[in-house]
């Protein structure tokens, strides 16, 4: 990797997804049980890099949540992003047999005509597939809805 803006694309776009799909159970208890941990996690690839870490852990934020009977969610709050492509927030979505999971990004991108910021809502599926879906509001609450809308195919 070269510098932090490709470091940071690739703890939320890959890395992140990667442990997700593969360590699946493992990765989601010690994030909803030790969601500190993941700053810890992120420091690493940057000093793995030799790149300084730009960020504060507290930053961050790691949230557990229960969606809709066996439905769980882990939620990311990532540090307020600068540039596009940047992760505002990462959903990971799971049943409690691990049997369906999904991984949306919440995103920043910028708009061809006006150059205004806008957020967008995308999926990254485990082979590495991107599904752009749809412009979305920045709040929290309405992006775990909207993710929830998708994993459920209520949208």
């Not at 939320?12 to 996690?41: K, S």
């Not at 009977?69 to 990462?90: H, L, N, Q, S």
């Not at 047999?97 to 949306?104: G, L, P, Q, S």
């Amino acid at each position: 990797m070269q510098n932090e803006t490709n470091i940071r694309y690739f703890i939320e776009h890959q890395l992140t997804r990667d442990w997700f799909f593969q360590d699946g159970e493992q990765f989601v208890a010690v994030l909803i049980e030790r969601g500190e941990l993941y700053p810890q996690m992120v420091r690493r690839v940057y000093e793995d890099n030799h790149q300084e870490y730009p960020f504060t852990d507290d930053q961050f934020a790691v949230h557990g949540l229960h969606v809709k009977g066996d439905v769980y969610c882990v939620f990311i709050k990532m540090p307020e992003p600068e540039a596009e492509a940047e992760c505002r927030y990462i959903l990971m979505f799971f049943d409690r047999e691990f049997e369906k999971t999904a991984y949306y990004t919440v995103e920043n991108s910028v708009s061809l005509f006006f150059g205004q910021t806008l957020t967008y809502l995308c999926e990254w599926t485990k082979e590495g597939e991107h599904r752009n879906y749809m412009q979305c509001s920045d709040d929290p609450a309405a992006c775990l809805e909207q993710c929830r809308k998708l994993y459920f195919e209520e949208a």
